[in-house]
């Protein structure tokens, strides 16, 4: 499945444009943003989607020096069993 990305989302849909997966992180301030959402369509639940999600918003966010605070319980728990991630945790 194909991600895209946009201004502080990132997202999967299907042939119809349907948002089928996503993940949002907007900013709190320029060097900090909010991991606020992770949703999978029930369909696509056991595929580790949403780890996918959490993963590339970890990579864009260590890519672009920005650092994290998570509201999201999915990303709370996908990082705490990612430690190579913490450092983007404020």
Known sequence: MELYYANN?????????????EITFPDIDDST????????????????IADRLVRAAAESLDRTHKQAVVSCPYAQHWFEKHPEFRHILK
Do not use: C, M, W
């Open 33 to 48: 943003v909010d991991i606020n959402h992770t949703f999978a369509d029930p369909s696509l639940r056991g595929q580790g």
């Open 9 to 21: 989302r990132i997202y999967a849909q299907d042939e119809n444009d349907k948002v089928l997966a």
